[in-house]
C-alpha cells in the first residue's frame, strides 16, 4: 500500500507542468482592449478621488463637532 501511494506521488508529481497554461498563447488580445481597459480604470480612479476627499471632510466635521459637545458639557 506504501508503495503504490508513494509511485502515485511521483507520478502526480511529473504530470503537473502538463496542467500549466502559457498565458502568451491565451492572451491575444490587441492593443485598443488594453488602452480600453486603461481608460476604464482612469474613470473609476477619477470617480474614487472625490469621494475620498469628502469621507475624509465629513470625518473631519464629525470630530469637530464632538470635540464641541464635549466642551460644552465641560
Known sequence: MKSL???LAVVLILAAPAFAVDTAV???SGLLVLLFVGFCA???VAQLVPAILVLFGLTK????GSRKTVAAKN
Open 5 to 7: 501511494l508513494s509511485s
Open 26 to 28: 491565451t492572451y491575444s
Open 61 to 64: 466635521a464629525v470630530a469637530q
Open 42 to 44: 482612469l474613470i473609476i
